[in-house]
């Protein structure tokens, strides 16, 4: 199985920064694009940025300029630095990627997992 894990998150006021980490872990093989998401109260998960195993990366209009996207491939990891932080970027943050996990018998499996998610707040 594989598990990923936000951390990073916590009440910021506008302008300030944080610094969002995600870490994956079990029987991993690769892994392809992750991503970061994000869920406001009463609205749907949009999309925050991409990043694909070679480092391209596309974000959404509202945070372009202010985020950045960056992975590390060694580690398993993703990283999101946010910058400019405002009222409207507050939201629980959830990290996404898909992954290629092997199983004995060199059976491979694609999967697409979701993190647990870690909350944001952008006040004064």
């Known amino acids: 199985q594989v598990q990923l894990v936000e951390s990073g998150g916590g009440l910021v006021q506008p302008g300030g920064s944080l610094r969002l980490s995600c870490a994956a872990s079990g029987t991993i093989f690769s892994i392809k694009a992750m991503g970061w998401y994000r869920q406001a109260p009463g609205k749907q998960r949009e999309l925050v940025a991409v990043?694909?195993?070679?480092?391209?990366?596309n974000y959404a209009d509202s945070v372009k300029g202010r985020f950045t996207i960056s992975r590390d491939n060694a580690k398993n990891a993703m990283y999101l630095q946010m910058n400019s932080l405002e009222p409207e970027d507050t939201a629980v943050y959830y990290c996404n990627a898909d992954v290629t996990t092997r199983y004995s018998g060199g059976i491979y499996s694609a999967d697409n997992y979701w993190g647990q998610g870690t909350q944001v707040t952008v006040s004064s």
């Open positions: 990043i694909t195993s070679s480092g391209s990366t």
